[in-house]
């Protein structure tokens, strides 16, 4: 600071008697926060020394957001050097010691419960990865962005008393209690079959989380094309017959006057045959569905996809259910 100082006056920024301020610190004060003041920015500050440092300022009664202020940090760096703060001190002294990375130590912070993180210290032994840590601490745990997890929701979980873990550095949630986030997924596919249910436009409607299991037997009937617009109707009739006769030309005979050369006809075969696809696949997407027969014996299953979607699968028939195929030699045939 002299240096500096000095350095100022020669460069004329400031008088060679500038009043130079100093302030006297007493046992009020925080002197972790000056010691770490002092040392932050030092190349030989090891991490360890000032995650523990930051975690003595909070246990000291300062804020995530004041520390940040006293820093210059972001207060989600300030958050993430806390975490790792109150990580055990044996985890970290061996990490002083160069046994552990800085993603492992990452890693142990997933839970604060420093018995935990001891526990699994001890039995993943040497083979202590990062990857192998958050598996042991995390255990059955529900992933909250992905799957059943995602479905749920955080907030819900939450609001029903379920325990999140939360880890900074991967940047994932995790929901402890699984029992309870399956029961509140349950709860929110029964729902949505009571729905279905209430509409009366299918012979049942079951719901679970076991997609497998759910559609196990089931026939997936065919979807059909109602209430087809009579233009688009005509519209493909007409494409169809377009194609038909290009195709019926034949090549070797004089072509048409519209047509250049063979190359041309190909052309056009493919032009009509391309609109006839793009107006067969709007038709259906538009227009399928089942009839009113189809949907006195067969029924829908309310289920999750594997990213933790509402999936409502329609047109499920049971083999009991379906009706039976005419006689082809009897009288109806």
């Given at each position: 600071r002299l240096k500096a100082l000095q350095g100022l006056a020669q460069a004329g920024r400031i008088a060679g008697n500038y009043p130079v301020p100093c302030a006297v610190r007493g046992v009020k004060d925080s002197v972790t926060a000056i010691s770490l003041a002092e040392n932050f920015q030092r190349d030989g500050m090891h991490p360890a020394d000032q995650m523990q440092a930051f975690a003595e300022l909070a246990r000291q009664g300062l804020t995530e957001a004041e520390i940040a202020v006293r820093f210059g940090l972001s207060e989600a760096r300030v958050r993430k050097l806390l975490r790792l703060g109150r990580v055990a001190k044996a985890i970290m002294a061996d990490y002083r010691k160069g046994q552990f990375t800085l993603e492992e130590v990452q890693a142990f912070a997933l839970v604060d419960d420093t018995k935990r993180q001891l526990a699994c210290y001890r039995e993943l032994g040497e083979h202590c990865s990062a990857h192998a840590i958050r598996r042991w601490l995390v255990g059955k745990a529900i992933e909250a962005g992905q799957g059943i997890g995602a479905f749920v929701g955080v907030a819900a979980y939450e609001k029903a008393g379920g325990a999140v873990e939360c880890d900074l550095?991967?940047?994932?949630?995790?929901?402890?209690?699984?029992?309870?986030?399956?029961?509140?997924?349950?709860?929110?596919?029964?729902?949505?079959?009571?729905?279905?249910?209430?509409?009366?436009?299918?012979?049942?409607?079951?719901?679970?989380?076991?997609?497998?299991?759910?559609?196990?037997?089931?026939?997936?009937?065919?979807?059909?094309?109602?209430?087809?617009?009579?233009?688009?109707?005509?519209?493909?009739?007409?494409l169809a017959q377009r194609v038909a006769d290009l195709e019926a030309l034949d090549a070797d005979a004089p072509l048409p006057e519209e047509f250049e050369n063979e190359e041309a006809l190909f052309d056009a075969i493919n032009a009509a045959n391309e609109a006839l696809w793009q107006l067969e696949d709007e038709i259906e997407k538009a227009c399928s569905g089942y009839t009113a027969a189809q949907r006195l014996y067969a029924g829908v299953v309310v289920t999750l996809n594997w990213r933790g979607e509402l999936d409502v699968i329609e047109g499920l028939a049971r083999q009991q259910d379906m009706p039976k195929a005419a006689n082809e030699s009897g009288p109806d045939a």
């Open positions: 550095f991967e940047d994932k949630v995790y929901l402890s209690d699984t029992e309870l986030v399956e029961r509140l997924a349950l709860e929110k596919l029964g729902r949505k079959a009571r729905t279905i249910e209430k509409a009366r436009e299918w012979s049942w409607v079951a719901h679970g989380l076991d997609r497998e299991e759910l559609t196990n037997g089931l026939v997936r009937l065919p979807s059909e094309l109602i209430d087809v617009p009579p233009d688009k109707a005509a519209e493909c009739d007409r």
